[in-house]
T-cell receptor, first 113, second 114 residues
Framework: DADVTQTPRNRITKTGKRIMLECSQTKGHDRMYWYRQDPGLGLRLIYYSFDVKDINKGEISDGYSVSRQAQAKFSLSLESAIPNQTALYFC????????????FGDGTRLSIL | AQSVAQPEDQVNVAEGNPLTVKCTYSVSGNPYLFWYVQYPNRGLQFLLKYITGDNLVKGSYGFEAEFNKSQTSFHLKKPSALVSDSALYFCAVRDSGGYQKVTFGTGTKLQVIP
């Protein structure tokens, strides 16, 4: 089983709809992240959480919200989806130590029509 | 603010030849540097990291990277490329001095030609 699981893997929806992307992890890490990947832009950080009560905005948080339901669960919501939010979304986790790498899920491909 | 540059969108190399994927960085303090690989329809996978110590770091799948402080570079290398190495490669940096987020480069697509 994957250490970082994202659901759904693919989603097609319409402009204005509310969407939730879910992430769960079995690595026991405190830190969790949401990124979006766009061609030519690399990964951009949307939100990050260093523990259940510590949630922070990343560089592109407008139009997104998050919820850290438990240490192992971190969900990303698009309250009213718009076409330019079409992208590949990744959840990642890491241990507390700054020299430790991040561990990624396999992503959610989101298309907004 | 910290930043990472991967100057090549794509690198083509013949199977069996050595490969280099370039990365330069900018941080205010000492850097923690990472390389990740992404295969189609998969998330990023950690390859190797530089924290401190030897400038040549060895990682997974025969990859290594050379840290050069004066040139602020952290190039990924492999002595003999395999077709299966074809993937998207990302360099990332974190400032050891306290800026807690990781900044990723825009990625380099490696194409190994049989």
């Amino acid at each position: 089983d994957a250490d970082v699981t994202q659901t759904p893997r693919n989603r097609i929806t319409k402009t204005g709809k509310r969407i939730m992307l879910e992430c769960s992890q079995t690595k026991g890490h405190d830190r969790m992240y949401w990124y979006r990947q766009d061609p030519g832009l690399g990964l951009r950080l949307i939100y990050y959480s260093f523990d259940v009560k510590d949630i922070n905005k990343g560089e592109i948080s407008d139009g997104y919200s998050v919820s850290r339901q438990a240490q192992a669960k971190f969900s990303l919501s698009l309250e009213s989806a718009i076409p330019n939010q079409t992208a590949l979304y990744f959840c990642a986790t890491s241990a507390r130590q700054y020299d430790q790498p991040q561990h990624f899920g396999d992503g959610t491909r989101l298309s907004i029509l | 603010a910290q930043s990472v540059a991967q100057p090549e969108d794509q690198v083509n190399v013949a199977e069996g030849n050595p490969l280099t994927v370039k990365c330069t960085y900018s941080v205010s303090g000492n850097p923690y540097l990472f390389w990740y690989v992404q295969y189609p329809n998969r998330g990023l996978q950690f390859l190797l990291k530089y924290i401190t110590g030897d400038n040549l770091v060895k990682g997974s799948y025969g990859f290594e990277a050379e840290f050069n402080k004066s040139q602020t570079s952290f190039h990924l290398k492999k002595p003999s490329a395999l077709v299966s190495d074809s993937a998207l490669y990302f360099c990332a940096v974190r400032d050891s001095g306290g800026y807690q987020k990781v900044t990723f480069g825009t990625g380099t697509k490696l194409q190994v030609i049989p």
